[in-house]
């Protein structure tokens, strides 16, 4: 397994403040998607708004509260890709997926499984970046990436 080589931190950058926060998701049913989100990943709602005719929600996962999905809800949004299979996922232009890190993927995904949630492939190990990952996707095609670092 290689070991990834991280750059030393660049803290006199002007933009040394930037820390990642949020990803946004827009989505055709804003309750179910909260639903979901609640239901299959026991994320947490943070905040609830609107912003013109439309509803906005922060959701996090149950035990992190430095990164969080935005859901948009409202109107009625393009539909998105809805794909089984990882390869012909990767050949699109544009927003692709989100990560989150997990202890184990394997037992992640039983979870996810009996929860009834729609996996795009299954496990694999990629060794170039000591990941072993899977993906997954929410009701209308938007994927989500597990990861779990290799010992």
Same mark, same amino acid.
């Given at each position: 397994?290689?070991?990834?080589?991280?750059?030393?931190?660049?803290?006199?950058?002007?933009?040394?403040?930037?820390?990642?926060?949020?990803?946004?998701?827009?989505?055709?049913?804003?309750?179910?998607?909260?639903?979901?989100?609640? %239901?299959?990943?026991?994320?947490? #709602?943070?905040?609830?708004?609107?912003?013109? @005719? =439309?509803?906005?929600?922060?959701?996090?996962? *149950?035990?992190?509260?430095?990164?969080?999905?935005?859901?948009?809800?409202?109107?009625?949004?393009?539909?998105?890709?809805?794909?089984?299979?990882?390869?012909?996922?990767?050949?699109?232009?544009?927003?692709?997926?989100?990560?989150?890190?997990?202890?184990?993927?394997?037992?992640?995904?039983? %979870?996810?499984?009996?929860?009834? #949630?729609?996996?795009?492939?299954?496990?694999? @190990? =990629?060794?170039?970046?000591?990941?072993?990952? *899977?993906?997954?996707?929410?009701?209308?095609?938007?994927?989500?990436?597990?990861?779990?670092?290799?010992?």
């Amino acid at each position: 397994m290689e070991t990834l080589h991280i750059p030393a931190l660049n803290t006199t950058s002007p933009f040394a403040s930037m820390k990642g926060n949020h990803v946004a998701l827009r989505v055709p049913d804003f309750e179910a998607s909260k639903r979901w989100f609640i %239901e299959k990943l026991d994320f947490r #709602v943070i905040h609830e708004w609107p912003f013109g @005719d =439309l509803s906005l929600a922060y959701v996090a996962p *149950a035990n992190d509260d430095n990164f969080w999905v935005e859901l948009l809800g409202g109107d009625t949004p393009g539909q998105q890709p809805d794909y089984s299979d990882l390869n012909e996922s990767l050949h699109r232009a544009g927003y692709h997926h989100f990560c989150i890190n997990v202890a184990s993927v394997d037992e992640t995904i039983a %979870e996810l499984r009996r929860r009834g #949630v729609t996996l795009v492939g299954e496990p694999f @190990d =990629l060794a170039v970046i000591g990941r072993r990952l *899977a993906f997954f996707s929410d009701p209308w095609g938007n994927l989500i990436e597990l990861a779990q670092i290799l010992a």
